[in-house]
């Protein structure tokens, strides 16, 4: 191919050239974190006549569950296509942290989104210090899939309950909202209120189909709550806005609340929802649980904590 030729397609096609230039750093870093993997750290014995270090590729193609073929010419930088949910089992094999699974994504030229550990783990002071700002208002901070990445004192209070997530997952709000008995549960008027939420994950959903995390927490959900399961199959769709929603507690009453959503720099697919007083008495009874979940996130740093929060 001539020069000539070479920049005409490249000015047709712009991304060409910064395709060509990521799939050799593609085929290196595969090949770096494979030398770094042993067999042992998977589980697998060393064999014999192992010349090079770390895994061959015919064992990261079987820990991935992909075809010998399809990973090869990936490690070499075919222009092959790779799905979100193969980049994660590769990612898992070769025992990717975050910053490297990011980095896969991008070579492989894939959107990347993070995991809700690692959005977890991106809610820094600034992001938990504004929210804090936000007492005597509830205020959360929420992924696409209402898991609970932050929270201030007052809702915190407002919807705490005994331990419902399975181990090593994020507190997640409709988790507990289809799981919670219904006299436990803060939220008034489900009947109104689950099916907008359901629709509105279910808007969220469409850039996630496919991926691993996600269809095992609809999977887990759906087994969980028949109620879950039937608002899931309508196939209804909302995006998140403001709504007035009604809450309980047990100290204080009923509190008629604004929900708003406000988008974070930095963190995509996350917002700051935060609940305004709807009228004067209930933002009187606010004040009175700004008291309460203060006191009570005092005496929670003085004992181990053993309540993870229930969520709207």
Not at 179 to 203: G, I, K, N, S
Not at 207 to 223: C, K, M, T, V
Not at 267 to 287: F, G, L, N, S
């Amino acid at each position: 191919m001539t020069d000539a030729t070479t920049t005409r397609r490249r000015a047709a096609d712009p991304g060409a050239g910064s395709a060509q230039r990521r799939r050799p750093e593609l085929a290196a870093f595969l090949r770096s974190r494979r030398a770094r993997v042993t067999p042992a750290d998977v589980g697998m014995p060393p064999g014999p006549r192992r010349r090079t270090p770390g895994l061959r590729r015919e064992e990261v193609a079987q820990l991935s569950g992909v075809g010998d073929t399809w990973y090869t010419w990936l490690e070499q930088g075919r222009p092959i296509n790779a799905s979100a949910q193969v980049l994660d089992a590769v990612a898992r094999t070769l025992r990717l942290d975050p910053p490297e699974r990011e980095h896969l994504y991008h070579l492989a030229e894939v959107p990347y989104v993070p995991t809700p550990e690692a959005l977890a783990r991106s809610v820094g002071p600034e992001v938990q210090g504004i929210i804090d700002a936000l007492v005597p208002r509830p205020a959360v901070v929420y992924n696409s899939r209402y898991d609970i990445l932050a929270a201030n004192a007052v809702y915190e209070d407002l919807f705490l309950t005994p331990p419902r997530a399975p181990t090593g997952t994020p507190a997640n709000a409709l988790r507990t909202l289809f799981t919670v008995d219904e006299e436990d549960c803060p939220l008034l008027f489900r009947e109104t209120e689950l099916p907008v939420m359901v629709a509105t994950l279910r808007a969220s959903y469409g850039l996630h189909a496919g991926e691993p995390a996600w269809e095992d927490f609809i999977r887990a959900l759906s087994a969980a709550s028949p109620l879950f399961a039937r608002l899931w199959e309508s196939g209804d769709v909302a995006e998140p806005g403001r709504r007035v929603k009604v809450f309980r507690h047990p100290a204080v009453g009923e509190l008629r609340m604004t929900s708003m959503s406000l988008s974070i720099d930095g963190m995509p697919e996350c917002r700051i929802v935060v609940y305004t007083p709807e009228d004067e008495e209930t933002a009187r009874r606010t004040q009175a649980l700004r008291t309460q979940a203060l006191r009570t996130r005092a005496l929670r740093t003085r004992a181990p904590r053993t309540e993870t929060l229930r969520g709207q």
